[in-house]
């Protein structure tokens, strides 16, 4: 008995004595503050996000044995995300579009629009490169809410669009990632968080043995370049079945083209239920560990991309692989502007878009 008090003890004092949310400067891009912020809970989970670019460049949780770990991975500097060599949009909030649209074109209202990056103003990058406004509210669950003005014709989409992202981390071990938009003009959008997991820790190797499980019957088949035709194909009997616990790296290599064009997982899944009602998407389980992810979401889809390319010289140098780790996207599905069939991502004018994303952490017996 005296043995568990003291252990009880012990850990009391390893943990923050309450949740909190702190801000450190962390440099500058485009004339513009950055900052990194620091989200506690009362378990002494962690989780660290910067405004430029919403990026969660750290998360740690602990193992069954109580050890923590960075479960995402992720990079110290902000010139680490700045270089010109930098590819990956590591833990980056992804807008206006998250996903491939064919040709880069679509219709709305009988108007073709041609979509891409523009270089020429600071204003024209995609939403991972660009600075958000920043503002917090602490309290036993702490918040930082990012917010965006993403004026009519950037990168080519109509409508100037006022985002705001909401990252939450609760009593219960969960960081939940709230999107909110509204637009002036009809518009498409699709928005997401690209964090990779590796559930063992961010340096522990590849995730070839841990368990992945997603919530879909089926997935989205794609031309050549990966873009969805519309058609829906089930996973039963393929590669691409993880409707029960598998490890990531059991079918990786099969012949299957798809997997041989895309040198492993990149697919979109049809998330089984209802679109925007909040439901389990996967789940991600380190046996070793015990560390446990569930996402749940309101969206559509789920890409599954098992990190199939050399990491950038950032992430090598910090000792990041091939498979080294594995997104899980909430998203509408790619292409879905051009495919009536998918759920819709138009945004009509004047209308609320609201998505939510949760990464509920835990630890298996």
């Known amino acids: 008995m005296k043995t568990l008090w003291l252990a009880a003890a012990l850990l009391a004092l390893t943990l923050p004595a309450n949740a909190a949310i702190t801000a450190q400067p962390w440099g500058e891009v485009d004339g513009k503050t950055v900052e990194l912020f620091t989200l506690t809970n009362r378990n002494g989970m962690e989780a660290k996000i910067t405004n430029y670019g919403g990026v969660i460049t750290v998360i740690r949780v602990p193992d069954r044995n109580g050890t923590m770990a960075n479960v995402t991975q992720g990079f110290d500097r902000l010139s680490d995300y700045t270089d010109k060599d930098y590819k990956g949009r590591f ?64 990168m080519g989409f109509p409508g100037t669009l006022r985002v705001t992202v909401t990252y939450t981390l609760t009593k219960n071990n969960i960081l939940r990632i709230a999107y909110a938009a509204v637009s002036d003009k009809d518009t498409v959008l699709s928005l997401t968080n690209h964090a990779y997991f590796n559930m063992a820790g961010d340096l522990s190797g590849p995730v070839l043995d841990q368990l992945l499980t997603v919530n879909a019957d089926t997935i989205t088949a794609g031309d050549d370049k990966n873009v969805p035709t519309g058609e829906l194909l089930p996973v039963a009997g393929t590669a691409f079945d993880f409707r029960k616990p598998t490890p990531i790296g059991a079918h990786i290599n099969d012949p299957d083209p798809v997997l041989q064009r895309t040198k492993g997982f990149d697919q979109n899944y049809a998330i089984n239920g209802t679109p925007g009602t909040l439901r389990l998407a996967a789940r991600l389980e380190d046996p070793k560990s015990g560390r446990v992810l569930e996402e749940w979401t309101t969206q559509a889809g789920l890409q599954v991309y098992s990190a199939n390319y050399s990491p950038p010289p950032v992430g090598l140098a910090k000792g990041y692989k091939v498979h080294s780790s594995v997104a899980l996207e909430a998203q509408a599905f790619p292409n879905a502007p051009n495919i009536p069939s998918f759920p819709t991502a138009l945004l009509k004018a004047g209308a609320q878009f609201r998505e939510v994303a949760e990464y509920r952490f835990s630890v298996a017996p």
């Open 91 to 154: 833990g980056a909030l992804i807008g206006r579009y998250a996903n491939r649209i064919n040709d880069n074109s679509f219709a709305i209202n009988g108007v073709t629009y041609h979509v891409g990056r523009d270089t020429t103003q600071a204003e024209g990058k995609p939403y991972d490169e660009r600075v958000w406004s920043a503002r917090t509210r602490g309290g036993a669950e702490p918040q930082l809410i990012l917010s965006l003005l993403d004026k009519d014709g950037t």
